[in-house]
């Protein structure tokens, strides 16, 4: 059995990857509720070991359900994403919406391996338990996705056309 005190303290966790996963900040927040309401229901069932792991799983697995039965909708990312610390932030939104625009044109698969992996920190092993995989699936999904992010990223962008206004 966990601690609640243990629980709140993933909640930040849980809502990155969910805002991530969903690209809207509403749909995350319900994700992460009933994520957690699932959590609380079935506490008995956690074995120990990582909590962050078990709440991802079970995070993961709702996103799934809800994909699965036409509750799909179009990834998008936020406008409102929080602000990046104070300093020459000229090149960091353009950084920041490149990087949001390459996620969005990842597969699900691809995007939600990177974010397990590269946002939140978990180990092969912890990837490969939340999303139901061999940790090999695990490590060929990371590849192909940093590779596709890496040419979305390194593609020249259309030039925007400026009209003149009389």
């Known amino acids: 059995m966990f601690d609640t005190h243990q629980l709140i303290a993933e909640i930040p966790r ?5 805002r991530a996963l969903c690209g809207d900040a509403a749909r995350a927040d319900d994700l992460v509720q009933d994520a957690l309401e699932r959590a609380l229901n079935k506490s008995a069932q956690w074995r120990g070991g990582s909590l962050r792991a ?8 709702i996103f799934v359900n809800q994909w699965r039965h036409g509750q799909r909708v ?16 000229q090149d960091d939104a353009l950084d920041l919406r490149d990087l949001e625009r390459g996620l969005a044109l990842l597969s699900a698969d691809h995007r ?3 974010l397990l992996v590269a946002l939140e920190e978990l180990s092969y092993e912890d990837c490969a338990a939340v999303l139901d995989v061999p940790v090999g699936t695990v490590m060929s999904r990371l590849a192909r996705a940093r590779d596709r992010l890496r040419d ?6 259309p030039a925007t056309r400026l009209a003149v206004v009389k």
């Open 112 to 114: 939600e391996v990177l």
């Open 54 to 61: 078990w709440l991802l799983t079970l995070m993961h697995h």
């Open 74 to 89: 179009e990834y998008r990312a936020d406008t409102d994403l929080p602000e990046l610390p104070v300093r020459a932030a």
């Open 152 to 157: 979305v990223l390194a593609a020249p962008q």
């Open 14 to 18: 849980l809502r990155r990857y969910a």
